[in-house]
T-cell receptor, first 113, second 115 residues
Framework: GESVGLHLPTLSVQEGDNSIINCAYS??????FIWYKQESGKGPQFIID?????DKRQGQRVTVLLNKTVKHLSLQIAATQPGDSAVYFC????????????FGKGTLLTVNP | EPEVTQTPSHQVTQMGQEVILRCVPI?????FYWYRQILGQKVEFLVS????????KSEIFDDQFSVERPDGSNFTLKIRSTKLEDSAMYFC?????????????FGAGSRLTVL
């Protein structure tokens, strides 16, 4: 069945370092992937997305890489800041703009000053 | 920036009671969703709603659950007879639909505690 999961439940980095959060998915039919950030007491906040016809997409300080061969997704955060501390979820969906998302469990990113 | 608003932020109820969680999606959005997150677990899809009807629902969304868009702004989730395992954070979300880039915007959530 479909599943999206994260390799590491926690990640601790120093301020200014680059962070890499990984995600694996199992369904080769998944065609749309999204990274969300969830701060304490808030709902998931969109960070960046990527469609299956791409292997890399860049945003402001963030880059998402998609490796369809091994069904792997990663989120890279450049020059991590204390405000980046949050739980990061990857999610996937099948079928274009249908937002029936399958979320992973989340990775807690802690940025140390 | 437009946002999805949810009320109440926290509700405590007795098992067996009915609960209604309310959401005001972003005004020009056409698709509406409910997700839930049990404490410490992943966010799970419950239901999607478009054009005044359910477009898709998960196996979690059984007969105890219902959704409604009673007017032009509100989108509600009703749990008819709450169970202990319904305790969770419930997130409403919306998106404008159509082709092109659009994102799913989540509300801050309503925490439901069933005693």
């Amino acid at each position: 069945g479909e599943s999206v999961g994260l390799h590491l439940p926690t990640l601790s980095v120093q301020e200014g370092d680059n962070s890499i959060i990984n995600c694996a998915y199992s369904n080769s039919a998944s065609d749309y992937f999204i990274w969300y950030k969830q701060e304490s007491g808030k709902g998931p906040q969109f960070i960046i997305d990527i469609r299956s016809n791409m292997d890399k997409r860049q945003g402001q300080r963030v880059t998402v890489l998609l490796n369809k061969t091994v069904k792997h997704l990663s989120l890279q955060i450049a020059a991590t800041q204390p405000g980046d501390s949050a739980v990061y979820f990857c999610a996937d969906t099948i079928g274009g703009s249908n937002y029936k998302l399958t979320f992973g469990k989340g990775t807690l990113l802690t940025v140390n000053p | 920036e437009p946002e999805v608003t949810q009320t109440p932020s926290h509700q405590v109820t007795q098992m067996g009671q009915e609960v209604i969680l309310r959401c005001v999606p972003i005004s020009n959005h056409l698709y509406f969703y409910w997700y839930r997150q049990i404490l410490g677990q992943k966010v799970e899809f419950l239901v999607s709603f478009y054009n005044n009807e359910i477009s898709e629902k998960s196996e979690i969304f059984d007969d105890q659950f219902s959704v409604e868009r009673p007017d032009g702004s509100n989108f509600t989730l009703k749990i008819r007879s709450t169970k202990l395992e319904d305790s969770a954070m419930y997130f409403c979300a919306s998106d404008r639909g159509g082709s092109g880039a659009n994102v799913l915007t989540f509300g801050a959530g309503s925490r439901l505690t069933v005693l």
